[in-house]
């Protein structure tokens, strides 16, 4: 179902995210994030005087490879487009999620390597859907091996189709699901 209509308005701001992950020749798996903002309108700062209409305010990207398992081997930030000079300087310090595993507690594990100053807020802020899309990567490769047809996912419990006795988890995985006693 689509969103209702939308009132009048004047646009101010434009966030792109885009997030890919694929098969390496070598059998690891990259996932690739870019994040870009606009504005429809000329503007600046003290570092970038004269950003104009279009031009991205932030553009950025993060790759990461890994196994098959999700075990972080490389990590790599590029910082193309910055409202400031000294943004660059974060992009380096990504490079410590290598060793990661994307699992629960991921997320967490990474802001502990770059939280505040030692990171940037927006490659940050792509973590999460990176962790989503190596997932889905990962996912879909076992899937064309025929490793994952009869086996329930670990997504069980985590959102309402996934729900113990959701019609989804009925059908597909009945022995994992958990069904109401009739009245």
């Known amino acids: 179902m689509p969103l209702s209509p939308a009132a009048d308005r004047t646009p101010l701001h434009t966030r792109r995210i885009v997030i890919d992950g694929y098969q390496r020749v070598d059998g690891l798996i990259d996932v690739e994030a870019t994040l ?14 004269h950003i104009p209409a279009g031009e991205p305010l932030h553009g950025m990207s993060l790759r990461m490879t890994m196994d098959e398992q999700l075990n972080i081997l490389v990590c790599e930030a590029s910082m193309d487009w910055t409202p400031y000079t000294v943004c660059p300087g974060a992009a380096p310090n990504f490079a410590a999620l290598a060793g990661l595993q994307i699992r ?8 502990g390597r770059v939280a505040g100053t030692t990171g940037c807020t927006h490659l940050r802020e792509l973590l999460q859907q990176v962790a989503t899309t190596a997932y889905q990567t990962a996912y879909s490769l ?9 086996s ?3 997504l069980i419990g985590t ?5 113990e006795d959701s019609p989804v988890v009925i059908r597909r995985w009945p022995d ?3 069904i109401a006693a009739a009245d």
Request: net charge positive; aromatic share 12%; with cysteine.
């Open 36 to 49: 870009t903002d606009t504005k429809p309108y000329d503007f600046g700062n003290e570092d970038r005087p």
């Open 159 to 163: 959102c309402y189709a996934y729900a």
């Open 104 to 111: 629960p507690g991921f997320l967490r594990a990474a802001m």
């Open 152 to 154: 329930a996912p670990g």
């Open 142 to 150: 076992r899937m064309r091996r025929g490793h994952e047809a009869g």
């Open 176 to 178: 994992r699901a958990k």
